[in-house]
């Protein structure tokens, strides 16, 4: 299947044009970026693709893949499919939840790269609970805290635009931390959030989401720029035992890094977790991260096989119905029904 990629930023050079190029059944076809200096890295890096300046002249591809700055997301994923290529649209998949619904509602072979969903920690817990380690899961504690008391040239659009721009922390590594959420622990009740701009700037860099779930159980969520002491990245706490996982695995790291799945291994390796009982406390064994499930999950998916999605764009939807809460919520100081 011939690929395009709209899009050679971060997201574009470092996520998806690697793991494509990785996946048997896909080609990538075309690289769209009107910067200069991109088009000429994206030469060098795929030199059997064309490089084009225009989104228009990549919806011929078989899949179309939207890997620009947030808010072009749905137009751009709008378009490509009025021309009938399947698409990835990077996460969010929209600026809000009414425009993604609109976006779903078109019809059409549509999915998002909710990526995080392959992290060697989520696979390690899904494990852990499927095996009944944890026995029931009441609480969910995710974090993606870092220390950037100054913005990075590299993030200059996430930091310089405003949330209804798309940018902030909250629709960024938000989106991830509430998808993990709403798939541990089901749909949401209610949300309450604190979001803050403590650098100044247009762009909200503190938040911190509470998610009362119907299943009875609760999820606190962190994402922040300005987070000097980090915590851990996941405390998972159940009926039998709590699951602790300090940092990410390696696979962000290995790509920026110029490392490549399938070349260079081996992939996804992770920190251990640890399975904590009152003083019992011991390290479990964890699975490899595997970013590139979602890009094999597509090729199953339009290769005819029957499969769903990898990932159901509807969950996006649902994903962002609680960032849209979170953002009311932290407005009035009230807790917002779902």
Known sequence: MRVAIIGYGLAGAVFHAPLVAATDGLELETIVTSNPERQEQARRDHTHARVVERAED???ADLVVVATPNHTHAPLARDALHAGAAVVVDKPLALSAAEARELVALGGRLTVFQNRRWDSDQLTLRRLVRDGRLGEVFRYESRFERWRPEPKAEH??????????GGGVLLDLGSHLVDEALGLLGP???????????????????????IRHWSGGYS?????????????????LGSEAAFVVDGLDRQEADLRAGLR??????????PPGRLVRGDEDRSVESERGDWPAFYRGVERWLGGSGQP??????????VLE????????A??????AI
Do not use: C, K, M
């Not at 407005?331 to 917002?336: A, M, P, Q, Y």
């Open 309 to 318: 999605p990898p990932v159901d764009p509807n969950d996006a939807v649902r």
């Open 322 to 329: 609680i960032i849209d809460a979170a953002r009311v919520s």
């Open 220 to 236: 606190h969520l962190r994402t922040s720029a300005v987070t000097a002491a980090p915590g851990p990245r996941l405390r998972v």
């Open 156 to 165: 200059a659009w996430r930091e310089t635009r405003t949330p209804a721009e």
């Open 261 to 270: 799945p399938g070349r260079d291994e081996p992939w996804g390796t992770g």
């Open 188 to 210: 949401a009740e209610s949300v309450y959030a604190e979001i803050d701009a403590r650098r100044g700037g247009p762009a909200d860099d503190d938040a911190f989401v509470a």
């Open 58 to 60: 990549a919806f011929d």
């Open 331 to 336: 407005s009035s100081g009230s807790r917002i």
